[in-house]
């Protein structure tokens, strides 16, 4: 399975639309290669470099989205309305929607994590990064990573 952005290459850095300096937008993203068998897709972006790189304390968790269809390829800039299904789960910032990149000090990295499940999860609420982890456990088959850096100006 393949994950891409059109908005930057991996481990280069994202675009300022897709930061706290900018829009605030989430980048777009577009995948392939979805193994046979897929029932869904799960997405996790977080930041290991929390709060400072040299020093990090913790992951900080940047947007959960799971039970995306295995039909859907990608994500456009900047999304509003969700693929039909879509659930959201719990951001670092008590909230659902995409957290724009806004790191304290230093160059952090954003990891974009797609994961291809055997299963639909039937999770209740807006679950956690970690509840989404324990729900998915036995049930991935592939994998696809990600990574977009970033510092401020």
């Known amino acids: ?4 952005s059109p908005a930057f290459k991996h481990n280069d850095f994202l675009p300022m639309a897709c930061s706290c300096d900018g829009a605030g937008i989430s980048p777009a993203l577009v995948w392939s290669d979805v193994p046979e068998g897929t029932k869904s897709l799960a997405l996790i972006v977080d930041d290991p470099d929390a709060p400072d790189p040299a020093a990090p304390k913790m992951t900080y968790v940047h947007w959960v989205l799971f039970n995306i ?4 390829t990608g994500l456009p800039e900047g999304i509003k309305k969700l693929p039909a299904g879509t659930r ?3 951001t670092d910032d008590n909230g659902t929607e995409y957290v724009a990149p806004c ?3 230093g160059t952090h990295r954003y990891f ?5 499940l055997d299963t639909i999860l ?3 609420g807006m679950p956690s990064k970690a509840q989404l982890e324990q729900a998915m456990r036995g049930h991935i ?3 696809a990573t990600l990574v ?3 510092i401020r100006p």
Do not use: R
């Open 1 to 4: 399975m393949k994950l891409e």
């Open 69 to 72: 269809s295995p039909e859907i």
């Open 88 to 90: 959201l789960g719990m």
């Open 103 to 105: 790191p304290p000090i």
């Open 112 to 116: 974009h994590k797609l994961y291809a």
């Open 122 to 124: 039937d999770l209740i």
């Open 141 to 143: 088959i592939a994998q």
């Open 148 to 150: 977009g850096n970033y």
